[in-house]
């Protein structure tokens, strides 16, 4: 971990960013003057952090430009199938980046470049047609990006270093841990040592010194939302949350001001939804930032310490043990995955016996005969998000309900990321370490059929599926009787 910051330190200049924060995945060489006349701009490739405020990677991006007094310019990349996603997903992240795009030319006078195909042929290409000198990225943990940013670095040209900033996490991957852990309680107290260092306000967005000049480019967003949206058709778009940093703030905003108070008591119980943030689809597209959100939920510690402590502990250890899994277990979407003890403790009862055994489809469609089972699922299609005490019992049912560890991981990740504005570390996470009980070390083995995790009374089964019904406009669901 502190070699990280050594590396940088000599190979980086003045930045206003913290240099734990920063990696240097390629060093450009020098080239000599009657080779390179000039320095070329920088170039930020977003991905992840899709945001013009409380973005290190921006920030670090513009103060480079502006050390080398070169232009800088912002870059992104949609490919074809953008991570399997659909138009729920890619309808919010395009509305968010049109957003982005017309705030950061009118506001900072910065270009931003859209790009179609192959991040390892439109990234290069461009980096080569500008003449850049310095390539930022900002950090994933997934190993698809990773591996397109090892064949990035072999394709720029030698003189351009390249450089990443972890913008998502508060306390930055590799600052935190150089191993997986595999409990929030071994990450927690890491977390927590590291957090008055890098829990700080933002700096200012420095305007650029050196233009970039006209790039003579149009981008027809209205037309491009309508092409996704139409080709993935299948899982349409939500309207529950407004795509867009605008939204996420104005999200943020009202969580904090009404309803984090009540966050450490009503944040388990699914029939007031209200208790939780909304904020998960901004946190996934980086329209908004996590350090944001713990800075603004502190104001409130005074007023009310156990909700903030409470929501600070699911947004960063949870959410950054999340990142640590995907980046440190490389089958972090399989049950090779798993713990080695949970791994053999579900080899122990693979043949167990299973009361039912239902198809993809039965699952996708909600045809179970369990109704809570089929309303978590039945909200997740339909509004594209699903209340996290269920998703526990929506993971391990699923496990319960097919013939194999690798079959229900598989079937897990398949409905997430077809049904939900997330497929990200946050979610990969939970559903591979429930399906394979890798949080359950201190409960006894059980069969399959019988899953350690307390099931609702039917009373609040009955509350919470008439909840759904009655609010989300859902198909109807086999009707409950009230036996309390």
Known sequence: MATATTAASSLIGSTAVQLGRIRVLKQGIHQPASLSPKVGPVVYWMFRDQRLRDNWALIHAVDQANRLNVPVAVAFNLFDQFLGANARQLGFMLRGLQQFHHEIEETLRIPFFLFQGEAIDTIPSFIKECGASILVTDFSPLRQVRGWKEEITKRVPDYVSIHEVDAHNIVPLWMTSD??????????????????????????????????????????????????????????????????????????????????????????????????SGLSPYLHFGQISAQRCALEARKFHKVYPQAVDKFLDELIVWRELADNFCYYQTHYDSFRGACDWARITLMDHAFDKRAHIYTLEQLEEAQTADPLWNASQLEMVHHGKMHGYMRMYWAKKILEWTSSQQEAVEIAVYLNDKATTLKSPSNLFPNTFLLTMSTDSSFVSYPVTFIPISQPTNSPILTFVNFLLLSNSMPKLPQLENST
Do not use: M
């Open 179 to 276: 191993k997986l852990e595999d409990y929030a309680r071994t990450i927690r107290p890491k977390i927590n040592n590291l957090l008055p260092q890098y829990l700080i306000e933002f700096p200012p967005l420095k305007p650029q010194t050196k233009n970039w000049g006209d790039s003579n480019r149009c981008i027809d967003w209205e037309k491009l939302i309508e092409n996704v949206t139409r080709k993935g058709a299948e899982v349409p778009e939500i309207e529950w949350c407004e795509p867009g940093e605008i939204g996420a703030s104005e999200t943020l905003r009202a969580f904090t001001k009404t309803r984090l108070i009540n966050y450490s008591t009503d944040r388990n119980n699914p029939t007031k939804q209200n208790a939780v």
